[in-house]
């Protein structure tokens, strides 16, 4: 049986309990990577803002002075470069691919990078998509990361299934947005994670509110706040919200993710220090 402080990784653990049953799935990582933390950001469905949660939890590791990259692992919705202003074809050793860095050292793989066009449709079966993204981590080297993010399409789909068998996760985080059936889908994301005995370790409620520019009011445009009330049905401790950002809209549009303000990233500190395993 699992100690009560199972991490849900086996990836150094020695302990012969039930949950390594699965750890023969486990793809090797590159000789050259050192990863010490990998984390999923996940979400039960698409557009409540997944992949920039995925870009401000990195650019805030980099202004913590840590080591930070991404694995772009929505194949067919790559978004990652763009919002970092990265672009060009990656250079490969004999060691493996080298992951492209932004301006604010974030090392960076998606498929986009890879392609000859950018603009250029993923038009890829299952077995193909899930092959890339364990490609992702056996070919590419990442060199020594304090963590790695890896931002995954929405849903439960093989993606997200190979990601949580293939690589081993520390955990996960979850972003929603606050309406009704986001509340739903969180659930089903806490329990495949729950499924696949991957700890869940912050929840970030994005689009929670807009301020407004004259007066400073909260208004909740998608609803009251359902953040606390998930947050305590599935036992998750390290949450955050994030309201609607014209400015930081902007600036990702500009590929400057880097960039993005102290307002920004500011909230994600303490789902940060979970995906870290350290304690505020």
């Known amino acids: 049986m699992a100690e009560n402080n199972c991490s849900g990784s086996c990836s150094t653990c020695g302990q012969d309990c039930a949950s390594r049953k699965a750890e023969s799935l486990l793809e090797p990582a590159n000789p050259a990577s050192d990863v010490k933390r990998v984390i999923g950001v996940v979400s039960g469905k698409g557009g409540v803002g997944k992949s ?6 990195a650019a805030l590791a980099a202004r913590q002075g840590l080591s930070a ?7 067919t919705g790559p978004s990652i470069p763009k919002m970092f202003g990265v672009e060009g074809q990656p250079d490969a050793t004999d060691v493996g691919i080298l992951p492209k860095e932004s301006a604010g050292g974030v090392k960076l793989m998606s498929i986009n990078l890879l392609l000859e066009d950018p603009g250029d449709p993923v038009v890829w079966r299952g077995p193909v998509i899930t092959g890339v993204v364990k490609q992702f981590w056996k070919d590419v080297s990442w060199g020594d990361l304090d963590v790695l993010f890896i931002d995954m399409p929405p849903g439960t789909g093989d993606v997200p299934l190979t990601v949580f068998q293939s690589i081993p996760l520390d955990g996960i985080v979850i972003v929603s947005t606050p309406q009704e059936l986001v509340g739903m ?9 729950g499924k696949m005995n991957i700890p869940v370790l912050g929840l970030v409620e994005n689009m929670a509110y807009v301020a407004c520019p004259d007066c400073g009011r909260k208004i909740n445009i998608f609803g009251e706040s ?43 500190y303490g789902v940060l220090q979970s995906a870290l395993g350290r304690e505020e």
């Open 52 to 57: 920039l949660v995925t870009g401000l939890l």
């Open 69 to 75: 990259g991404i694995m772009d692992a929505d194949l």
């Open 226 to 268: 359902r953040l606390e009330k998930d947050a305590a049905e599935h036992g998750i401790e390290a949450t955050a919200q994030l309201p609607v950002m014209p400015d930081l809209a902007k600036l990702v549009d500009a590929g400057r993710m880097d960039e993005a303000p102290s307002e920004a990233i500011d909230p994600l």
């Open 185 to 193: 889908i969180v659930e089903k994301a806490v329990r495949m994670a």
